[in-house]
């Protein structure tokens, strides 16, 4: 027995089972023409050895991690390539992870922890994307020509400790926003800005949430001013840790101007810098250093605020003043709570979740008034029915509820506690009030993306797709770069006004970004249904049963929040054809 320290990369199909329901034949035929002419020389150019297939699957050992994520790096581009002639729902796409580790070698195969580890985060990736262990970024980091996010720590299957995951920044294969419709978006008729997330510059990767949070309340502040139209956190961070132009970004957000920073902190001080450029030229047009005391950061982050809006007024209508006053923490560790929790939340595991109520909780024993807390802790409620990690679901709408309004009596202008209402009351089928909480919110913060996408969903449920089409359409312009489920509510609507084709379309580039958010298969099964195209519908019905083997068509009936009975049970028929049982 040998044992080695070897770089393992790990990939899999997306979606394989699915493909294979839908042309056998075809896609075994595709796979395997696609190892042969291009991913086995690909292996072989990089000093690599596949020494398992697995079915769909494939593990390959590296003398070097540099080696294993260049060849990582260029599979997913050669696979895109490969697949872009190919019909969008019949693609082959991988999920790659990469690990450096400890392994032992008999004969030609390879086993061990090293390649548990490598399967596990593999199975953790996005479609089209590479992921890798804090080991093998560790030795490659500086290495290669592409930059790492940090995704946070996952516990991995019969792995004792948990693992850090990184991910390769952007891949060619990441899908496109469905608002944009052209590769150049055109600037808005109002100004534009994008906040880039401020550097943490404190010399310490834990302080990465306090940075964070700055440029999200900067965000949050210019978001609630109707006259501006401002980027979603979501795609401004999307640029995180990337060396790129302010004429590339802004051309890619379609944007006039963008604001960076940092911040160091350091004990009870804080140092922020700020600057607003304008993205065609790189011309500053304003910019400021603050040395204040901790406490002193809400006056520092209102200030940046209103200096922006400064340089921006000559272009304003006389509005840039009405803005809802908001509540500062009494506590500045409370707040930090706070911070820690929005940074949590981005993981959307059950763990973070429950680190996300710990910290909320304690920064409402610190501070009872904190209605910023109040509302990020019923959302936690809201995420466990989401994501079904609460079965006593009906307890967990109600719960949130309560919380909610609370946050909303200490603080009738917090837009996120509205938003939380209509999501809430919409799974709860109570539609009129679901639609007023979104309206309400909608009026304290008119460029949140979220909010908007949400009140699109509510819409389209409640039987008013033709409204929640142009506000969906708003919500990818501010947020190009958008979270995978968009693409459902975008599909939602085109669905129920019988634009069957965009809706297929638009379901499928959510299948390749998240295989298993359920509501994109219910909606293809229904849709293959409805077009008699039976192989396909029974295709989606078999993966809903795969994600979720419980799944059955009385699921499906208290999980469709329809307003008008006629079309939840038109989509009943679609799935009892597509096969989902009773």
Known sequence: MERRLAAILAADVVGYTRLMGLDEAGTLQRLTALRQQHLEPLVAEHHGRIFKLIGDGLLVEFASVVDALACAQAWQERVASHEAAVDEGRRLTFRIGVNLGDVIVEGDDVYGDGVNIAARIESLAEPGRVYLSSDAYRHAKGKLDVSFDDIGEHDLKNVAEPVLVYRISAMPTDAAPVSAGSAVLPLPDK???????????????????????????????????????????????????????????????????????????????????????????????????????????????????????????????????????????????????????????QRVTQEANADVRKLCERAI????????????????????????????????????????????????GLAFAHALLEHLYLWKKEHDKAIAAGERALELDPNNSDSLAIHAMTLGWAGRAAD????????????????????????????????????????????????????????????YADLERDAEAKAEAAELMRINPAMTLQSAHRLLPYRDQNRLEHCLRGLRRAGLPE
């Not at 409620?381 to 009596?409: C, F, H, K, M, P």
């Not at 770069?481 to 599909?491: D, G, K, L, S």
């Open 468 to 527: 929640a089409l142009p506000v969906m359409k708003k919500a990818m312009r501010l947020n190009p770069h958008h979270p995978h489920w968009y693409h459902f509510v975008y599909a939602l609507a085109l669905f129920e006004v019988q634009e069957l084709d965009d809706a297929l379309a638009s379901l499928h580039r959510g299948v390749a970004r998240s295989p298993d958010f359920m509501p994109n298969h219910f909606y293809l099964a229904v849709a």
């Open 365 to 412: 024993a610190l501070d009872p008034d904190y209605a910023e807390a109040h509302a990020r802790l019923a959302n936690t409620y809201v995420q466990e029915w989401n994501q079904g990690w609460n079965q006593r679901q009906e307890d967990t709408l109600d719960r949130a509820e309560a919380i909610s309004l609370q946050a909303i009596e200490l603080n009738s």
């Open 191 to 345: 100004p534009s800005i994008a906040v880039l997330p401020f550097t943490n510059m404190s010399g310490d990767t834990e302080q990465e949430y306090f940075s964070d949070g700055i440029t999200e309340d900067i965000i949050t502040e210019l978001s609630r001013l109707g006259d501006l139209f401002v980027i979603a956190r979501n795609s401004s961070f999307s640029y995180k840790g990337k060396s790129l132009k302010a004429q590339e970004i802004g051309r890619d957000l379609g944007v006039a101007h963008l604001v960076e920073g940092s911040v160091r902190k350091a004990g009870n001080r804080v140092r922020v810098t700020a600057q607003l450029v304008e993205a065609a030229t790189s011309n500053q047009v304003w910019a400021e250093r603050y040395d204040r005391e901790l406490d002193d950061i809400f006056a520092v982050q209102d200030e940046v605020t209103e200096r922006i809006i400064e340089a921006l007024q000559s272009r304003l209508q006389g509005k840039a003043d009405v803005r809802p006053e908001r509540q500062t923490p009494q506590s500045i560790e409370a707040y930090d709570c706070v911070l820690r929790a929005i940074e949590y939340s």
